[in-house]
């Protein structure tokens, strides 16, 4: 396994008047290779969870497991652990500084110890594997792209650190449509291509419908419901009750099967669902 996380629990400010129990009992498993979604309301307790799979949170209880050793043991390593799970947050574009997108890419893999032709590739490798020409793009002041050519720069300064695991908090908050859709393919290109193990948190469904092995939704610190998309979805009253809406495809789908009694449910993208669609309107 490669996090796992045990009972876990996280207090703010503990012991005092502002006390604040943002994860309860936290269990889950994540496989090397896996695409998961963690989907909750803000203050559900999904960004303070994934704080902990790289060390940035230490829990009050419980354990979180790194390829099966505590990651609080007295003979682990952190700083090793956040070369292997990189964690992107919000808005990651304000976090860039340097003069031009080469040192901004490099910063990362810099503090790794590489030098020399490694820095160039690395960024070379980073900026490619977000769809951003690395001549084009390498001597251009950070401070002078679109605002998706910023987020795109900053994600391939986390990929040109070559993490296992790629942690992003609502990777597309406050992008356009165009934008948040170039986005989650290049997300969704590099998963596949490189065999990252990427853990997307997020609010939106659509984004983790067509994309997610598995989902974990959380409410109130608390892990509700767990599972494959299709099997997450059919608990649209639970989802509704903690304040998550389905997919708009999967809420139409699940309207016309009101109707037609055959028609499946389980279809993310808008091709299959198309072609279920006038397959059964066809049947009549």
């Not at 790194?66 to 682990?76: D, L, M, P, Q, V």
Request: overall charge neutral.
């Amino acid at each position: 396994m490669l996090i796992e996380t045990r009972k876990l629990t996280h207090t703010y400010m503990p012991g005092t008047p502002f006390q604040v129990e943002a994860l309860k009992d936290v269990s889950l498993k994540i496989r090397r290779g896996e695409f998961i979604g963690i989907i909750g309301e803000t203050g559900s307790g999904k960004s303070t969870l994934v704080q902990h799979f790289n060390g940035l949170l230490k829990p009050s209880a419980g354990e979180i497991l790194f390829k099966g050793r505590n990651i609080w043991g007295a003979e682990f390593n952190l700083r090793k652990l956040r070369s292997h799970v990189a964690l992107l947050f919000q808005f990651p574009e304000q976090q860039l500084f340097e003069e031009t997108v080469w040192k901004d890419v490099v910063f990362g893999p810099r503090n790794l110890g590489l030098s020399g032709e490694e820095l160039d590739k690395r960024a070379r490798y980073g900026l490619e594997l977000v769809g951003l020409d690395y001549e084009a793009y390498r001597e251009r002041s950070p401070f002078n792209l679109s605002g998706g050519e910023k987020r795109r720069v900053a994600l391939a300064g986390v990929l040109a650190m070559k993490p296992e695991v790629i942690i992003l908090d609502e990777p597309t908050a406050g992008m356009d449509p165009v934008g948040r859709r170039n986005l989650m393919q290049q997300i969704e290109k590099m998963h596949k291509e490189e065999n990252l193990t990427v853990i997307l948190v997020t609010h939106n469904m659509e984004d983790v419908s067509y994309l997610a092995e598995k989902i974990y939704i959380f409410s109130h610190g608390k892990m509700v419901l767990q599972g494959a998309p299709a099997e997450v979805f059919k608990s649209a009253t639970a989802l509704e009750e903690i304040g998550l809406n389905l997919p708009p495809l999967t809420d139409l789908l699940l309207k016309l099967k009101e109707k037609k009694q055959e028609m499946r449910t389980d279809l993310f993208s808008v091709e299959e669902a198309a072609c279920e669609i006038l397959y059964h309107f066809k049947k009549g």
